[in-house]
């Protein structure tokens, strides 16, 4: 069955749509659903893409994480073989050169909530619903919640939400500025396209530097980071983009990036 569908939107198709569609677990990802959505992030990785919505078919549920019915049959050895493909799952959305948004609706919990936040940027309806309940059933979160949460809303608040195991409302998840912008239901998905169209208009190259640097100076101490910005921004200047951009600028006129 196909739990997981790609299409490309937006002008020119720069805008990778992947869509989790298995709305009777509530979007838990099995086995076959994690190899689906790994094989789309390695499309999109290969791909003309510039920016990526991952959204959910369920109101309900964006993601309600691992389907635990499947892993309880499943020996000690097949449980480890399949969370090191979750972990390659996880990894090909965060390792991904193009910008992802998460589109959150409904219940994003335990591996629902890190594939949220294996994402760049979270465009959230009011009615959304995030946590990491992992530690009431014994273990903790095994794809970046303990990592990248406390990117995302500071190092004591990623203890309370990841020891407590509590769910978490869409309004209180934006006061702690988890999440960039938050909606109603009903205008989610437009209101994402907005962001995804605003981020496709612009250079590829320069947007792909743009998150890469991000990603690996954070935390850096300051020296290092501001060589390390450098060389990310070096990338950029020998581009046909960014004698594009600029002759854009001369000429009054929109640019016409192609992505080199």
């Not at 190899?35 to 499309?43: D, E, G, I, P, R």
Request: charged share 25%; aromatic share 8%.
């Amino acid at each position: 069955m196909e739990f997981v569908h790609l299409s490309y939107i937006g002008v020119e198709g720069h805008i990778a749509n992947v869509v989790l569609d298995r709305p009777e677990s509530r979007n838990a990802f099995n086995t076959e659903m994690a190899h689906q959505l790994l094989k789309a992030f390695k499309s999109i990785s290969i791909s003309d893409a510039r920016v990526v919505l991952l959204s959910s078919s369920n109101k309900k549920s964006f993601c309600s994480g691992a389907d635990l019915k499947e892993r309880n049959d499943l020996t000690e050895n097949e449980w480890r073989d399949q969370h090191k493909l979750f972990e390659n799952m996880f990894n090909s959305i965060n390792d991904l050169p193009q910008p992802v948004i998460a589109v959150v609706d409904g219940y994003a919990v335990a591996g629902g909530a890190e594939i949220v936040i294996n994402c760049d940027m979270i465009v959230a309806a009011k009615t959304a619903i995030f946590g990491f309940p992992e530690v009431t059933r014994g273990i903790m979160p095994g794809g970046g919640g303990s990592r990248l949460l406390p990117r995302r809303i500071g190092v004591h608040r990623a203890k309370e939400w990841l020891c407590t195991g509590r769910f978490v409302s869409a309004q209180e998840a934006n006061e702690t500025g988890f999440i960039n912008r938050l909606t109603d239901s009903d205008t989610l998905f437009s209101h994402a396209l907005e962001l995804a169209e605003a981020i496709a208009k612009n250079a590829p190259l320069a947007v792909q530097n743009c998150k890469a640097s991000v990603d690996e100076i954070f935390g850096m101490d300051d020296k290092s980071a501001r060589d390390r910005e450098l060389e990310f921004y070096n990338r950029c200047v020998d581009t046909e983009d960014r004698q594009e951009g600029v002759l854009a600028f001369v000429e009054k006129r929109s640019p016409r990036f192609i992505g080199k």
